[in-house]
C-alpha cells in the first residue's frame, strides 16, 4: 500500500477480477484492479487502461486533484451507448501507479461484477468487516423524550469505523409512531435499506430509522429489523445512556 501525504490518497492493487457493463455492453474487464482511497471511506476502482473494452473520447476537459494531479475527461462510448465524462486519466499524475490507469464513474455504468457476483455502491473495502451477533442486551431508544423501541432481543452489528448498530424486531418498535419514507440506500455489504420517519407528535424526525427486507446473504441477520441512527436518536443500552457517535452521518 502506498499513501501520498499530500491527500492521504491510498493506492492497492486488488486480487479480484472486475468488471464494468454499460448498455449490456462491456465497459471494462479486468484482472488487475487497483483500490483508490480518494476519500477515506471507502475506496474506487482504477483500471488498467489495456484493460479498458469501450472508447474513451476526449471531451477536452480537464480536472485537478491535489494529490492525485490533472485529469482528462472523457465520455465511455459502448456500442452506441454514451456515459458523458464517465472516465478521468491522470497521465502525469504524481502519483506514479495511476499513470496507466482509468477511474470509470461507478454510478454511470449499469452493472458491476466483482468476479462473477455483482456489486453495489462503491467497490468493497478489504479493510471493513461486518459481524452480526445475537445479544440478551436490553437497547432502549428514544426520541424526543418519546420511547419508540425497546428490545431485550437485538442483533448488533459491527461494522468497521462505524458505531454498533443496534437492529430490533418489529414487534418491539412502536410502529404507530413510523412513517414510511421513499428513501433507499445501497450498501456493498448489506444490500438495499428502506427508510422510516419518526413522528413523535412533537417533531417529525426525516429518515432515522431504516431496514434490510431482503439484505445481501452475508447479512442475512438483520433481515427484517429496524435500525435508528445512534447518531441521531438516544440510545439506553442496558439502562445506561450512550454518547452519540460522531460519523459523517451526524
Not at 493506492?11 to 465497459?27: C, D, H, I, N, T
Amino acid at each position: 500500500m502506498t499513501e501520498d501525504s499530500r491527500g492521504r490518497v491510498k493506492v492497492e492493487p486488488s486480487a479480484k477480477r472486475v468488471r464494468a457493463y454499460l448498455g449490456g455492453q462491456l465497459v471494462a474487464d479486468t484482472l488487475h484492479p487497483m483500490l483508490v482511497w480518494e476519500i477515506p471511506y471507502y475506496p474506487a476502482y482504477y483500471v488498467p487502461l489495456a484493460d479498458v473494452k469501450a472508447k474513451l473520447v476526449p471531451t477536452g476537459k480537464t480536472e485537478h486533484s491535489p494529490s492525485r494531479g490533472e485529469a482528462g475527461i472523457f465520455d465511455v462510448q459502448a456500442d452506441g451507448v454514451t456515459a458523458p465524462s464517465a472516465a478521468k486519466r491522470y497521465p502525469d499524475s504524481p502519483l506514479e501507479q495511476l499513470r496507466d490507469l482509468v477511474r470509470l464513474d461507478w454510478a454511470a455504468m449499469d452493472e458491476w461484477l466483482e468476479e462473477d457476483e455483482p456489486v453495489y455502491t462503491h467497490p468493497r473495502s478489504p479493510y471493513t468487516r461486518v459481524d452480526i451477533l445475537a445479544s440478551s442486551r436490553r437497547v432502549r431508544v428514544e426520541v424526543d423524550g418519546v420511547t419508540v423501541a425497546e428490545s431485550a432481543s437485538p442483533r448488533i452489528l459491527f461494522e468497521t469505523g462505524l458505531p454498533p448498530r443496534y437492529y430490533l424486531p418489529l414487534s418491539d418498535v412502536r410502529m404507530d409512531l413510523l412513517r414510511p419514507s421513499a428513501t433507499q440506500t445501497h450498501c456493498p455489504y448489506k444490500g438495499t435499506a428502506a427508510y422510516w420517519s419518526v413522528d413523535t407528535g412533537r417533531d417529525v424526525h426525516t429518515d432515522i430509522v431504516w431496514i434490510y427486507r431482503t439484505p445481501l446473504p452475508e447479512s442475512q441477520k438483520v433481515a427484517g429489523l429496524a435500525c435508528f441512527y445512534n447518531e441521531k436518536v438516544d440510545i439506553f443500552l442496558d439502562g445506561e445512556l450512550q454518547e452519540h457517535p460522531r460519523t459523517h452521518f451526524s
